[in-house]
């Protein structure tokens, strides 16, 4: 199943590495400034996070075979990650965390809230992925997660000239019919540019000479890709 509207992979690269499920849910809540939380039929926008993991926040305990689970009140935990950058579709991925309440759940008291553990759900452009809390735990998130917005709109408001010159790296190469291009993601593996037509778009991942494990690595990675763009010969073809 895809979401409505969503570019199908056009690009090699596409195949290249790339953060697990588990790993995305992992960043985009590391990444999370606010989430809403729904229990007992009510919905909370808490908007506070700051940047902090509400999964530091939250204890989420595995599900105990029989029991009174039932007995217990449901939550349901949701974050959205958007895309800083002004492109089209701009919500990449939404996150439902599922559990129920073992200790009643308050905004002012959210470090102390015990959960047990139902299922983590990432909706992205390809469909639906379901993670276990085994798979949860085991992840890090992406240690560009928590700087890729200033990265982005950095890149974007600050340097156009080199998202146009990323172009070269992409094949099929841009034709005529792509009116603007804009950086949409960037994670250890690479950086996501989304390529808008008249009718519709399509992403392109352009991949790092190799993962990061640091965000202090990210300058040498980016520039080694404007190098490998500059030492291309053929000339983007976006309108000037």
């Known amino acids: 199943m895809r979401m409505s509207g969503a570019p199908a992979p056009a690009n090699p690269a596409d195949q290249a590495a790339r953060p697990t499920d588990a790993e995305r849910v992992r960043s985009i809540l590391a990444a999370a400034h606010s989430l809403t939380v729904v229990t007992d039929g009510l919905r909370t926008e808490v908007r506070h996070l700051d940047g902090t993991d509400p999964m530091g926040r ?3 305990h595995p599900a105990e075979p029989g029991g009174d689970a039932e007995d217990r009140p449901a939550i349901r935990l949701e974050f959205t990650d958007v895309a800083p950058t002004s492109v089209r579709d701009r919500v990449r991925a939404r996150v439902t965390v ?3 309440l073992l200790t009643p759940y308050t905004d002012e008291a959210a470090d102390s809230t015990c959960v047990e553990f139902g299922q983590a759900v990432l909706e992205t452009p390809d ?5 276990g809390l085994d798979e949860l735990d085991a992840a890090r998130p992406d240690p560009l997660a928590p700087y890729e917005a200033g990265m982005l709109t950095h890149l974007l408001d600050d340097h156009p000239d080199l998202v146009t010159l990323l172009l070269r790296l992409v094949h099929p190469l841009p034709t005529a019919a792509v009116l603007r291009a804009l950086p949409v993601a960037m994670d250890r593996y690479g950086i996501t540019l989304r390529l808008e037509e008249r009718r519709g778009h399509r992403d392109v991942r352009l991949p790092f000479p190799s993962p990061l494990d640091d965000v202090e690595q990210s300058g040498a990675q980016i520039q080694a890709l404007f190098s490998a763009a500059r030492r291309r010969s053929h000339r983007n073809t976006l309108p000037a």
Not at 127 to 131: E, N, Q, R, S
Request: charged share 10%; net charge positive.
């Open 98 to 100: 599922l559990g129920r």
């Open 127 to 131: 469909g639906f992925a379901y993670v």
């Open 58 to 60: 939250l204890h989420l």
